[in-house]
């Protein structure tokens, strides 16, 4: 990255108070996504009464986005003129820009009108904030000199957003594609159908309005919490379709493309509420009240493959986007399995199983599209039986999926739960608000790599880009949404944009703090961990320490160890902390004049584990790997009710055996860990353990320990060793065999697939 007297790697915008009282005020807008190369200068151009803009009509779109930002947000008017001038670059990518400010003309170069608007939006970041909602109030605006030249990383940026499960206003869905077109991000991916609701009008199956876009009721609090509760409220509606038009020219001329998806062959209980005839049973049900994975499913018949086509023939007419998502999803084969008419299609078509018949469904839809002038995105579940011939894969199981069919030559979108899922928890403190579970903090968003290291340099060029998703079981309002939302979109903008060697999560994180300013200004209720702090034990030769951080700079970290809160008063953070015993470490960040954010509380169990030597043979899944395998034993348990925290590990369909080994043999009366038990989230905990302890006279006592799990989200295990009466018995090791559950049953979310296995801190006192 080339940079010329850039400090901090942020750009100053100056804006003019009062020339005549020689009062100037500063304003630091610091760009987000980061572009490839800047120059700065010591000089400023000037925005006012007398500045004139020009453009070339094909870059009129950028050119009047920016007039209309300058003139609605101050009370300058941009006359006729070349002190703006906005010209074409035939030499520039299509989505590339080049953007030069001087002291007497800003120019903007670019081939597209889309690579020219990119440049409006850095110029936008260059302005004081008051721009975005009109508080600007004086007659001048200055702006650095700077030459910049950038251009992204990946074709494909994009932002999901399901309203199916809940639903959001014309008007929010708009200022949600503001916010994607000001990061520069290109992709709208409209999650429209589901178990839980119908949300387009399709006009040809007017019961899709009048039955399948309401259920008559709604889940209370989370899937997890037994029995289940509901609010008796009928919920739903749908956007017509001018509002669909609506909706995708206000994105077009934000050069947003929006992807619809239309559900298939699975998550489809609603549509068959509707119209029964498409389900295998023929059977009457309700539209889904609460969340998770339904066996309805359309029955791969004329009747449905009609319904679809028609549905398709109005979704085609509605959305110009050359891609239609097709879901392919969490499709359940039970009734498949158990309908005549499948298996005997199964049959004539010379078919291997139901997942074939999932393949020869997709296929089908596939030819339909193609016909129209269309390609399909589907979710990964799409490989499986054979994935259709020109299918672009949607990746969100991890990034097996993504190099199974880069390396077959098909086009692929990362979105991996563990890196994309903003309706993930986004903090370890209590009082966030309810999610999913799972936990993605920023840094996680921000180290993301789109493209996974399997694939060679020529398989890499298959991966078209990236996409965060928002699924709205637990997020029913907009305040939510956009809680969920920011600034984890703002990480993953840089992610899909900037170049790697140009990202540096510390500086980005400088960037956002500044940031905050323009959201506030355009009233995105983001959330704010900036002020949060970081804690882990450590060990140094054979001693503990707690080590404690914050990533802002300029401020003090303040601590107690007794519990009790920290103050103006309580001890400075300078290093390492030593831990001899149980403690209660409370921190808090704190500026010269208050505190900020919110308290870090740890409670550390110094049991006879602590930094014991600890083994394992399988690595965890590089998704969960939390603190590493010595996390096991560090004395700090995970979340009661995230299992994504730096504490748990999560291993995926495998048997694991885990050694500690003691570096004098000790007494041992008890060993303690527990097992996550998130069904909803394909999390099963093991049904036994098996323990081999060698002793210090070096004997070994086997034995096993049967968990109940009873529907638990969290399952405890307690080992208590029964030594023989007036024997002194000392343990060397401990050995734990944790068998994975298996393939989750039918009829469960993930069905057909491995359980993932979650453990917690290994205590032994």
């Known amino acids: 990255m080339h940079i010329k007297k850039l400090i901090g790697l942020f750009i100053l915008s100056l804006a ?46 950028s050119a009047q986005f920016l007039k209309n930002f300058i003139e609605t947000g101050s009370q300058i008017t941009l006359k006729k003129g070349n002190a703006i001038q906005f010209l074409i670059d035939e030499t520039l990518e299509p989505e590339a820009y080049n953007l030069k400010v001087s002291k007497n003309e800003i120019k903007i170069k670019a081939s597209t009108d889309q690579g020219s608007f990119y440049a409006v939006q850095t110029l936008r970041q260059m302005m004081p904030v008051g721009l975005e909602n009109g508080a600007f109030s004086e007659n001048e605006i200055l702006i650095q000199a700077v030459i910049i030249n950038d251009k992204p990383q990946f074709s494909y940026r994009g932002m999901h957003l399901d309203v199916s499960r809940h639903m959001f206003s014309v008007e929010f869905i708009k200022k949600y594609i503001d916010a994607l077109a000001m990061l520069k991000l290109n992709t709208f991916h409209w999650h429209l159908t589901d178990d839980q609701g119908w949300r387009i009008e399709i006009k040809k199956y007017p019961k899709l309005q009048e039955v399948a876009a309401y259920r008559d009721e709604t889940l209370v609090g989370h899937y997890s919490d037994q029995p289940h509760q509901f609010d008796g409220k009928r919920y739903g509606g749908y956007y017509t379709q001018e509002e669909v038009k609506d909706i995708v020219q206000y994105a077009k001329e934000r050069f947003v493309t929006v992807i619809p998806e239309i559900e298939m062959p699975g998550h489809a209980q609603a549509a068959i509420a509707a119209y029964p005839e498409l389900g295998c049973s023929d059977q009457p049900v309700e539209v889904a009240k609460k969340w998770g994975v339904f066996e309805e499913i359309y029955c791969p018949n004329q009747k449905t493959f009609a319904f679809l086509e028609g549905v398709l023939d109005e979704v085609v007419e509605l959305f110009p986007s050359e891609y239609i998502h097709i879901g392919g999803d969490e499709a359940p084969k039970t009734r ?32 339909y599209l193609n016909s129209k002038g269309r390609q399909i995105i589907g979710w990964d579940e799409i490989l499986e039986g054979g994935l259709a011939p020109n299918a672009t894969v949607m990746s969100w199981r991890g990034t097996s999926g993504a190099v199974e069919a880069a390396k077959s030559g098909h086009n692929v979108i990362m979105t991996p739960t563990s890196r994309c899922y903003f309706d993930y928890y986004q903090s370890e403190n209590d009082d966030e608000p309810l999610a999913i579970g799972g936990f993605l903090p920023l840094e996680k968003v921000y180290g993301f790599n789109p493209i996974p290291e399997e694939l060679t340099k020529e398989e890499s060029k298959y991966v078209l880009g990236a996409q965060g998703n928002i699924w709205t079981e637990y997020i029913p309002t907009e305040k939510h949404l956009e809680y969920m939302a920011f600034p984890r979109m703002l990480a993953l903008s840089e992610v899909v944009w900037s170049q790697p060697e140009n990202k540096n999560y510390e500086d980005f994180v400088s960037r956002l703090e500044n940031f905050h300013q323009r959201l506030d200004a355009l009233d995105i209720n983001y959330a704010n961990h900036l002020y949060e702090i970081e804690g882990d034990l450590i060990s140094d030769d054979g001693k503990s320490y707690y080590e404690l951080k914050t990533l802002t700079e300029g401020k003090n970290i303040l601590y107690t160890l007794d519990g009790s809160e920290p103050s103006v008063n309580s001890k400075v953070y300078e290093s390492k902390i030593p831990i001899i015993e149980s403690s209660i470490i409370k921190a808090a960040v704190f500026n010269e004049e208050k505190r900020l954010g919110k308290t870090f509380s740890q409670t550390i169990n110094y049991h006879k584990a602590v930094g014991a030597k600890i083994t394992i043979d399988k690595q965890p899944h590089k998704a969960y790997s939390g603190s590493g395998i010595e996390g096991l034993v560090n004395g700090i348990s995970g ?40 069904k909803g989230q394909w999390i099963y905990a093991p049904k036994q353990l098996d323990f081999k302890l060698i002793l210090d006279d070096g004997s070994i006592v086997y034995d096993e320990k049967s968990l109940n799990e009873n529907n638990n989200k969290i399952v405890d295990l307690e080992y208590i060793f029964n030594y023989p009466k007036g024997l002194d018995i000392k343990v060397k090791s401990i050995h734990f065999k944790i068998p994975n559950y298996g393939t989750i049953p039918e009829g469960k979310q993930g069905a057909g697939n491995k359980a993932w296995t979650f453990i917690d801190e290994i205590i032994i006192n």
């Not at 987000?32 to 094909?58: A, K, Q, R, V």
Request: proline content about 2%.
């Open 639 to 678: 979340s009661d009710s995230r299992y994504g925290d730096k504490e748990w590990l999560g291993f995926w369909g495998e048997d694991i055996e885990i050694t500690i080994d003691f570096e004098k043999a000790k007494k041992v009366d008890t060993i303690r860990t527990r097992f996550y038990n998130g």
């Open 16 to 61: 003019l108070v009062n020339c005549k009282e020689e009062s100037i005020q500063i304003t630091q807008t610091q760009i987000i996504p980061i572009p490839n190369s800047i120059e700065l200068s010591d000089s400023f151009f000037t925005i006012d009464e007398n500045t004139g803009i020009t453009y070339d009509d094909n870059l009129k779109v």
């Open 336 to 367: 498949w399995k158990n309908c005549e008419h499948c298996q005997a299609l199964i049959k004539r078509e010379g078919l291997k199983d139901e997942h074939h018949l999932q393949s020869y469904f997709i296929t089908k839809m596939e030819k």
